[in-house]
């Protein structure tokens, strides 16, 4: 949990037509190159993953995942849910802290992807179970849909509207908390400028340090991505990152605009 603490602020936002991965990456160095070292990652094409914490452990814990999502495909000529994979990876995650031999994970990583219902009920298909009954379809009930999920080094994971980690992860939740994400009203596109938002803000516990903002998304069958997990495009992630600033400079400018105290602290309104 310590690694995850010191690593970079991670995010996720589930959104009513797709989800949005976001990840604050430090840059340690001037001579990095800008836009490699990828923190994201592409599981399936529905699906992706981001971690906050030890770097090596997060390509590893990938790896696992490409590889869980590639079983599941060979075996059920599909992809897998967002649900299962979670379900796998943390039972992985938490066989890592049963033995001497091996050490747990250093990262918390977040899932997100796109369930779509055309593929996991497809008449006919393997592994699709029974149409009644035990198992079965619940009628009312929509199959696929945008998923969430963090997994902690523990194993321990759980279903999010919005999830946070690393660094600024108590700053980050603050603001997803604001969101009233439940009410499942927010676009992917207004979903893309809060992640953005959210990760400037997080980034005042490491303001004197440079990063590069990161994101990714996946839409519905119909939305701009084609239910495919993808990098946001560089002109909506720019905008994005200029509302952020701008957002962010209107709060320091309030801010100071604010009557101080006797003792020299801001009053709130």
């Known amino acids: 949990m310590k690694a995850v603490e010191n690593g970079g602020t991670a995010i996720g936002i589930r959104c009513k037509d797709g989800v949005v991965l976001a990840v604050e990456k430090i840059t340690t160095s001037k001579l990095l190159k800008p836009g490699a070292n990828k923190r994201t990652a592409t599981v399936d094409r529905n699906i992706g ?5 030890l770097v090596p452990d997060g390509r590893h814990f ?7 999502a590639s079983s599941w495909r060979n075996i059920y000529k599909g992809p897998i849910p967002t649900s299962a994979l979670a379900n796998r990876l943390g039972g992985y995650v938490q066989a890592y802290t049963l033995y001497s031999s091996v050490r747990p994970f250093g990262v918390t990583a977040i899932i997100g992807g ?9 008449d006919g298909q393997v592994g699709t179970g029974p149409k009644s009954g035990s198992g079965g379809k ?6 696929g849909g945008p998923a969430l999920y963090m997994i902690e080094p523990s194993g321990l994971y759980w279903g999010y509207h919005g999830a946070a980690t690393g660094k600024g992860r108590q700053a980050a939740k603050a603001e997803l908390e604001k969101l ?10 207004d979903g893309v400028k809060e992640a953005a938002r959210i990760i400037f ?3 005042e516990d490491s303001k004197d340090k440079d990063f590069e903002l990161e994101m990714t998304w996946v839409s519905s069958l119909d939305g701009p991505t084609k239910g495919r997990h993808e990098e946001v495009p560089t002109g909506l992630l720019e905008d994005a990152k200029k509302a952020a600033m701008r957002s962010r400079e209107r709060e320091v400018e309030d801010d100071e605009d604010r009557p101080k105290s006797h ?3 801001r009053m709130e309104e």
């Not at 796109?114 to 497809?122: F, G, I, T």
């Not at 619940?138 to 199959?143: I, M, Y």
């Open 49 to 53: 993953i981001v971690s906050a914490g």
């Open 62 to 68: 990938i790896s696992r995942a490409r590889d869980e």
């Open 114 to 122: 796109w369930d779509p219902e055309s593929e996991l009920l497809v």
């Open 138 to 143: 619940v009628e009312g009930v929509k199959a």
């Open 180 to 189: 009233d994400l439940s009410a499942g009203n927010l676009s992917l596109y």
């Open 201 to 203: 803000i997080a980034h």
């Open 263 to 265: 003792d020299g602290e």
